[in-house]
């Protein structure tokens, strides 16, 4: 069935920081700085070859670690 609000029992939005227009502007151009940055930095990808064990496995999630602001974290095949 379908229920009626009275205005007192609406449910708080939540709170969205409001932002000026110069904050807007400033975001924006600080994220395509840090996109442009990124794609200029070498990335890397961290893979094992043929059948491996634990350790090996191990050796290479730490690998991926050390070096993980460029480097995926998890491929897939």
Do not use: W
């Not at 996109?35 to 990335?43: K, S």
């Amino acid at each position: 069935g379908c229920r009626r609000l009275s205005r007192g029992s609406l449910p708080e939005l939540a709170a969205l920081p409001v932002q000026s227009k110069n904050q807007k502007k400033e975001r924006a151009a600080a994220v395509q700085q840090a996109q442009q940055d990124f794609g200029t930095v070498p990335h890397s990808f961290v893979f094992h070859r043929g059948r491996v064990g634990k350790n090996v496995r191990q050796l290479i999630t730490d690998m991926r670690r050390v070096m993980e602001p460029y480097t995926a974290r998890a491929l897939k095949v």
